[in-house]
Each structure stands twice: as structure tokens, then as C-alpha cells.
């Protein structure tokens, strides 16, 4: 049971670039998410996932898109990199979206150059 | 609108004291507040959580306090000890809505 794996752990990017965040788990939970962390400034929400098909906004998908074909798959794709970019990313899993425990995912470090 | 508050941004403690960290949120409504911590370089990781219907929840060195009335709960760390050195966020939810996290607190805790 490898809960929550995200690849690739570091990237560097140039501005303009595109890349795809890959985030997958492995204890069948509906709920999964994305999150940036900058520092000090806690948690923010990307975009969230409540099945396999369904995808909706969080507090900042600006730049962003994600897609959910698979119960197990939560990919989040980068079209045109920008420097505001820069940050560390944290997928996480839940059977339920609140009330419950999230399971992060170790992170993914992107600098956008 | 931040609709969880937490403080201190950063902390320091020695070994063998008390670490206390606050939150203070919004809405009376949240029913779920969960504490993460975070060491460097990896994901954050439930710790402890309350929800609103008992007053305080202890786990070992770690003890969440909740006081509905003041819509504050805080974490308090015993024995505060070199390895508890890390990130700690604490979070609300209501029911099924995702939960809001605070922008967490730099424990750094001195041998």
C-alpha cells in the first residue's frame, strides 16, 4: 500500500513551457485534490476530484487544468509556465471531503524560470 | 476571507517545553478540525483531530483544545522535543465540504 505517489519530485521549468504533474493512490478513495504550498502561506486549493470524471475549481486554478479518468489517476497539467508557478505542489486523497483524514502525496518542488 | 486564523507564524521552544499553537475560525458551523504536521521535503500527515461536541483530545504528548464559545481550538505539544520540529496546520471542515487549512506554524524546537 504506497498510498499517495507524486512524480516528478523536482522540475525545472522555463517560462512558457508546459508540463503534466502526475499524482496516483492506491486506497480506491473518490475524493483527491491538488494544493500549492508557498511559504507562509499554508494550503491552496488547485482543483478537486469527487469521482472518476468529475472535476471542479478550487480557490486558485488559474494556469491550471486537471482530468480524472481513472479512480486511481489525477494528473495536473501546467499549459504555459509562469514564475508565479514557482511553488511546491501536494496531491491528497480522501474517501470523504470532509470530516475526514486527507493522505498527501511527498510533493512535487517546480521552479519556473 | 480567511476563514481560519493560526498563530503563531513561527515558534520557538526548548527541549522539554511547551509548544502551543492557535487557530481561530469563522463559521460555527465547521464540525472537523483536524491538526496536519510536516517535516521538510514531505507531505503533510493527520496528527490529531476534534470535532466540536468534546472539549479537549489528547494523544500521547499531543492535546488538541477546543472552546466553541471563543471559535478557537489550539494545539499543545508536552515535553516538546528536537524531532517535533516541524510545519503544523490545522484545518476546519463542514460536513461534506472540503476543509479550510490555516497557514500553518514553524515549530522549531532547540536541544
Known amino acids: 500500500n504506497a498510498g499517495v505517489t507524486q512524480t516528478p519530485k523536482f522540475r525545472i521549468l522555463k517560462i512558457g513551457q508546459s508540463m503534466t504533474l502526475q499524482c496516483t493512490q492506491d486506497m480506491n478513495h473518490n475524493y483527491m485534490y491538488w494544493y500549492r504550498q508557498d511559504p507562509g502561506m499554508g494550503l491552496k486549493l488547485i482543483y478537486y476530484?469527487?469521482?472518476?470524471?468529475?472535476?471542479d475549481k478550487g480557490e486558485v486554478p488559474n494556469g491550471y487544468n486537471v482530468s480524472r479518468s481513472t479512480t486511481e489517476d489525477f494528473p495536473l497539467r501546467l499549459e504555459l509556465a509562469a514564475p508565479s508557478q514557482t511553488s511546491v505542489y501536494f496531491c491528497?486523497?480522501?474517501?470523504?471531503?470532509?470530516?475526514?483524514?486527507?493522505?498527501f502525496g511527498p510533493g512535487t518542488r517546480l521552479l519556473v524560470l | 476571507q480567511q476563514q481560519v486564523k493560526q498563530s503563531p507564524q513561527s515558534l520557538i521552544v526548548q527541549k522539554g517545553g511547551i509548544s502551543i499553537i492557535n487557530c481561530a475560525y469563522e463559521?460555527?458551523?465547521?464540525?472537523?478540525f483536524p491538526w496536519y504536521q510536516q517535516f521538510p521535503g514531505k507531505g503533510p500527515a493527520l496528527l490529531i483531530a476534534?470535532?466540536?461536541?468534546?472539549s479537549e483530545k489528547k494523544e500521547g504528548r499531543f492535546t488538541i483544545s477546543f472552546n466553541k464559545s471563543a471559535k478557537q481550538f489550539s494545539l499543545h505539544i508536552m515535553d516538546s522535543q528536537p524531532g517535533d520540529s516541524a510545519t503544523y496546520f490545522c484545518?476546519?471542515?463542514?460536513?461534506?465540504?472540503?476543509?479550510?487549512f490555516g497557514r500553518g506554524t514553524s515549530l522549531i524546537v532547540h536541544p
Open positions: 476530484s469527487v469521482g472518476a470524471g468529475i472535476t
Open positions: 484545518a476546519a471542515s463542514l460536513g461534506s465540504y472540503i476543509p479550510t
Open positions: 491528497a486523497s480522501s474517501s470523504r471531503p470532509g470530516g475526514e483524514t486527507q493522505y
Open positions: 476534534i470535532r466540536p461536541d468534546v
Open positions: 463559521n460555527t458551523a465547521f464540525d472537523y
